[in-house]
Structures are given as C-alpha cells and as structure tokens.
T-cell receptor
Framework: AQTVTQSQPEMSVQEAETVTLSCTYDTSESDYYLFWYKQPPSRQMILVIRQEAYKQQNATENRFSVNFQKAAKSFSLKISDSQLGDAAMYFCAYRNYGGSQGNLIFGKGTKLSVKP | NAGVMQNPRHLVRRRGQEARLRCSPMKGHSHVYWYRQLPEEGLKFMVYLQKENIIDESGMPKERFSAEFPKEGPSILRIQQVVRGDSAAYFC?????????????FGQGTRLTVV
C-alpha cells in the first residue's frame, strides 16, 4: 500500500523569505501523480501544484516549485517570497496513474506560519 | 460555474442521532468522492461513487456509515447512531472523469461535532 509522510508538523517563515516543506512517499508503482494542497482556515482544499512522475522536469507555479526526486521518493515544496496569505496547512498527496481522479492518499500535513 | 457545494458547513448531533451530509458536485461531474479529516490528520478516503453506483468503498467503516449518489440530487453521506469519534470534517470532491491527469475538486467540507 502507498503511504505519504510529512515529517514537519509545523514550519515558520519570515515574510518575503523562502521555505521548503518536505514530503516522502512509498510506492511500488512507476507511474503516479503527486500533489501539494493548501488548506487555509476556511478549510477549502486548494490545489497548489501537481507533478507527473514520468516527467523529469520539476513543476512550477509562480512562487511555488517542487523538487521531485523519484529515486529517493521525495517531493518537497518550495515557496519563494512568502506572503502572509501563504499561512495554511499544506498537504502532500499521491495518486496512482491509473487510479480514479479523486482517490488520493494524503500526508498528515505541515502547518505553515508566516511572520510579518 | 459553481464549485463543489457541501451542506451544511457545520452540523451538531447528539450521540445516537443520525447525521446526513450533502454534496452537490460541480456541473458536468459525475464522479464523487468522500473523505474524512480527523483533528490533526490528513484527509482519508472513504468512498467513491458514480451516479447510482458505489465504485469503491474500501475506506468506509463497516457499520453505521453509508453513501449514495442518486440519479437526481446530491450525494449523501449518512452516519447512523453517531458517536464522539465521528466528530471530524467530511469533505466531498468531484471529477468529470474516472481517470486521467486532472485533479478532483474539493468542497469546503462539513464539520460534524458529536456532543
């Protein structure tokens, strides 16, 4: 069975600085998707970034980028120029390539605080 | 185009009562997924439904929990005889297809509190 581990329950960053959130996963599959979701206090789950395992290039979305290390089964999220609105819970998630679109395996999350 | 709509946002039930949580998927989406988020935890998959069919219920507790997605109307997650341990946030997600690279879209969740 696949698992997702986020080893940092809480992280803190100064506004305008850069922070990296860690995620490791375990799978025997070669093709899969990895995601980072943001959950602000409103509880809405917001997709931040997605990575297809067959793509070697790391995904980027504006200030958000990932460091995908397939051999190490590591998928970290880097937030550059942190803003107060980035404060939230961040969840790493995994989905099998042929799996249903909504059947995701989530980590326990990292609570990110942004200091002004 | 409205997103995934869940109601109520907050639900309080006494132990032994029934809880009904509703989810209206995005327009054009026929696949619905339910998740539970316990305090300080990530979301855990419960069940996957298509219209009138349960496709995967591998994450559903064996007793007291049921889900449906009728031909007309929202998907319903029903919890009978609630206990304190059922207190959690319940999320619904929907997608237009079963597989593929696109992600499912999540609702804002229903926070169930059992007193």
């Amino acid at each position: 069975a696949q698992t997702v581990t986020q080893s940092q329950p809480e992280m803190s960053v100064q506004e305008a600085e850069t922070v990296t959130l860690s995620c490791t996963y375990d799978t025997s599959e070669s093709d899969y998707y990895l995601f980072w979701y943001k959950q602000p206090p409103s509880r809405q789950m917001i997709l931040v970034i997605r990575q297809e395992a067959y793509k070697q290039q790391n995904a980027t979305e504006n200030r958000f980028s990932v460091n995908f290390q397939k051999a190490a089964k590591s998928f970290s999220l880097k937030i550059s120029d942190s803003q107060l609105g980035d404060a939230a819970m961040y969840f790493c998630a995994y989905r099998n390539y042929g799996g249903s679109q909504g059947n995701l395996i989530f980590g326990k999350g990292t609570k990110l605080s942004v200091k002004p | 185009n409205a997103g995934v709509m869940q109601n109520p946002r907050h639900l309080v039930r006494r132990r032994g009562q029934e809880a009904r949580l509703r989810c209206s998927p995005m327009k054009g989406h026929s696949h619905v997924y339910w998740y539970r988020q316990l305090p300080e935890e990530g979301l855990k998959f419960m069940v996957y439904l298509q219209k009138e069919n349960i496709i995967d219920e591998s994450g559903m507790p064996k007793e007291r929990f049921s889900a449906e997605f009728p031909k007309e109307g929202p998907s319903i997650l029903r919890i009978q005889q609630v206990v304190r341990g059922d207190s959690a946030a319940y999320f619904c997600a929907s997608s237009p297809l079963r597989t593929g690279g696109n992600e499912a879209f999540f609702g804002q969740g229903t926070r169930l509190t059992v007193v």
